[in-house]
């Protein structure tokens, strides 16, 4: 089988038709690279793949396979693409700054298909500064007096607290949000750990359940820290994995955002970009 050469993806596909999983929850694959992961046909006896029905979508991914999704249980979720983590005033991140424009890209997609856009951020409150690890607070705190809560320079508020500009999304991204928020199609969702799904009944394990969201695409910073948390979270609960590669970014070696692209489509789910996301409306 013939793979894309730079593609970590290596999982080939299937001889014949499978399903996986249980009655109510449950992936259908086929020989053609089709994964249908909407849970809305189970697997004909025949093991004839159906053609695509309306109101489902079939995004391309990496490792010639094809997702098809529920458009309506489907959500882009954006991760910590906050000012005190791209913000050329709070740091230098390169790759992050260069994956905005491919995430806005994919917007108008999600809002026409009828998919939530879930804008996930550090937003900590002040009964949260007493409660949270000391090992959060020791890898947050890069100089004497600082960490979460502390004040920044520059206007930016105080660190990663709710409603301070550093928590706000960078640049063209906050504007983007509250333009989806009076559509209804973008929600913003507070966390206070790396993974958004950490603990019980987080913010958005809740808003995921409440509204029958199971398939989740993936963007945002860091891929190997708050991304990858929350990816494992999501796997382990049960949620369908989906990367966008161009718009997920680290400030880490190489390696970091290498391993999580290798494990979220060979082990976790899949691998798409925005440019496949984008193309595959039009169809």
């Not at 596909?13 to 259908?28: I, K, L, P, Q, T």
């Not at 309506?72 to 740091?91: G, S, W």
């Not at 951020?121 to 100089?143: A, C, Y």
Request: hydrophobic fraction near 35%; charged fraction near 25%; glycine fraction near 10%.
């Amino acid at each position: 089988m013939r793979l894309t050469s730079d593609s970590p993806v290596k999982r080939p596909r299937v001889g014949e038709a499978a399903e996986y999983g249980n009655v109510a929850d449950f992936w259908v694959e086929y020989p053609s690279g089709l994964v249908d992961i909407s849970r809305s046909r189970h697997l004909d006896a025949s093991g004839a793949e159906p053609p695509l029905e309306e109101g489902m979508w079939d995004i391309p991914c990496d490792g010639e396979r094809t997702i098809r999704v529920d458009p309506k249980a489907t959500a882009l979720v954006v991760i910590d693409m906050q000012n005190y983590f791209l913000h050329p005033e709070c740091r230098t991140h390169t790759t992050g700054l260069a994956y905005v424009d491919p995430i806005i890209a994919t917007l108008p997609v999600f809002r026409t298909k009828g998919s939530k856009i879930l804008w996930v951020n550090w937003g900590l409150t002040e009964h949260e500064l007493k409660t949270i690890p000391p090992s959060l607070v020791r890898g947050f705190t890069k100089k004497p007096g600082g960490g979460f809560g502390s004040d920044m320079d520059g206007g930016f508020g105080r660190l990663l607290m709710r409603g301070e500009k550093n928590a706000e999304l960078y640049g063209s991204l906050q504007k983007e949000y509250l333009k989806g928020r009076e559509k209804g199609s973008d929600i913003w969702i507070n966390k206070n750990r790396m993974s958004a799904l950490w603990g019980y009944q987080s913010e958005l394990d809740l808003y995921l359940a409440e509204n029958g969201i199971k398939t989740l695409i993936f963007s945002g910073v860091n891929a190997d820290q708050c991304v990858l948390g929350t990816i494992s979270d999501a796997y382990f609960r049960g949620y369908d994995v989906v990367v966008m590669k161009d718009g997920t970014a680290t400030t880490s070696p190489a390696g970091g955002l290498e391993n999580v692209l290798h494990n979220s489509g060979n082990s976790y789910g899949f691998l798409t970009d925005s440019n496949r996301i984008v193309a595959s409306a039009q169809l």
